[in-house]
């Protein structure tokens, strides 16, 4: 069994054997706390550059399979884990996680001790990093050092599409005719399955796209999708953003949320070890309900920096950082955490429902 080793910006270097591809790659280190879904946050694109952390023990057990992906391919630069399953059990099985971390060439490295590497990001915050199977971890902790940091990167541009296209689905249901604009930083496949499901004919443009191209079909609506890195690399888009919040309905999904805020004046700050996993409270300011959320976020939004139209919608009870916004006077609102889980619980779903009864109240006059 091969050696490998993850080591940390700090010094600090973890010994255990490898999984996946034989390789070497740096990343921000971060920890999720889902007990499930390994699938679906390896393929996350707000994951793009990253290094992530499995604090649930044993990964691998039910296998991989071809409908959970959220996107083309596996996103993350590396996994951490405790305990692999080698011999995977579920009905849905396809392939092992080894197998389909190999075919993506992704490394990944197994018993370590999961738990202080959590603890240590706890306590430093999150930290640069690296899978390796270089058998002097020294040497690579030295070229560890010369890597650009994360927040030097504007990681959207790796993950969006190069080109504008239309979502197909199947199930689509004939409940709404209403054309949905997603500007893609790095969409999950289930937000557009969600539209979709509702009725919605979505159309995906990259982020790079136009204020003419994205209104050229006279969309009902704008959905700004999730994705990785600092909202602050992403000033031009929110330029765009500004013009859209005059003409169209707008919802924003984690990143989205950010540059919302961003385009309307607000700032954004960087989480100590952000929020990841599928197990945070969030609570509804409007209803007052609690729901436990999916998140994966390392900024969030300054509440004493939004503008007096924007107003808090969600909050987190962990943390108390905002978790929604929502515009006063125009059909815009805003949330932190994943609304389509995946993984996670379904408990906000209700969201695209409450943005599409948005859409119908502002054609309705």
């Known amino acids: 069994m091969q050696k490998a080793y993850l080591i940390l910006e700090d010094g600090s270097i973890f010994e255990g054997n490898s999984i996946g591809f034989s390789s070497t790659k740096y990343g921000e280190v971060v920890f999720n706390t889902s007990m499930t879904g390994y699938q679906e946050i390896l393929t996350d694109p707000s994951y793009s550059g990253q290094i992530v952390v499995a604090t649930y023990p044993l990964i691998g057990n039910y296998g991989i399979n071809s409908s959970d992906s959220q996107s083309k391919q596996i996103q993350v630069k590396g996994y951490v884990i405790r305990e692999y399953c080698e011999f995977p059990s579920h009905y849905d099985s ?29 306590f430093t915050g999150s930290m640069m990093g690296c899978i390796t199977n270089n058998p002097n971890p020294e040497e690579e902790l030295k070229n560890l050092l010369k890597q650009p940091h994360y927040l030097e990167v504007n990681h959207v541009l790796s993950v969006s ?12 249901s004939s409940l709404n005719d209403l054309k949905i604009a997603v500007i893609d930083c790095g969409v999950k496949f289930n937000i557009l399955k969600n539209l979709s499901m509702r009725g919605c004919k979505v159309e995906v443009f990259p982020v790079d796209a136009s204020l003419e191209k994205i209104l050229e079909n006279n969309p009902d609506g704008i959905v700004i999708s999730p994705g990785p890195g600092d909202p602050s690399m992403l000033d031009q888009l929110s330029s765009t953003v500004e013009e859209l919040i005059k003409v169209k309905p707008i919802f924003g999904i984690c990143l989205g949320n950010q540059l919302i805020a961003r385009a309307l004046g607000a700032n954004t700050f960087k989480l100590k070890f952000g929020h990841h ?15 436990i959320s999916s998140q994966n976020h390392g900024f969030a939004i300054d509440p004493d920096t939004l503008p007096n139209d924007l107003s808090v919608s969600h909050v987190n009870l962990i943390d ?23 993984p996670g619980p379904l408990d906000n779903t209700y969201l695209f429902d409450r943005f599409i009864e948005k859409i119908k109240e502002e054609q309705n006059g």
Do not use: C
């Open 161 to 172: 599409s190069d080109t504008k296209y239309n979502w197909e689905q199947e199930d689509n």
């Open 320 to 342: 108390g950082t905002v978790e929604g916004i929502e515009h006063k006077n125009l059909p815009v609102m805003g949330i932190q955490f994943h609304s389509e889980a995946s």
């Open 277 to 291: 996993g599928a197990n945070h409270p969030v609570k509804d300011l409007r209803s007052g309900k609690v729901t």
């Open 94 to 122: 396809e392939l092992d996680l080894d197998t389909y971390l190999k075919d993506n060439d992704i490394p990944g490295i197994f018993d370590i001790d999961t738990r202080a590497v959590t603890k240590k990001l706890r």
